[in-house]
């Protein structure tokens, strides 16, 4: 049975442009676990569908 997949939510307050999402997702999915990535640019948001393997805190920066 395929692991159930997490899907978490990132706010990049930073993000402008398209060429800085393609930034954001080549960094993301060089983390083991880490299945899909949506980059949302109007709302700088950024959907990570990911396995238990890795957490919130290991994908996104803490507060």
Sequence with gaps: ???ELKKSYFEVLGL???SEV???ERILKQLNGVQEI???LPTKTVVVHHTHVIS???IGPTK
Excluded: F, H, N, P
């Design 1 to 3: 049975m395929a692991e």
């Design 16 to 18: 402008c442009c398209a």
């Design 22 to 24: 393609a930034l954001v």
């Design 38 to 40: 949506s980059v949302i």
């Design 56 to 58: 919130d805190v290991t």
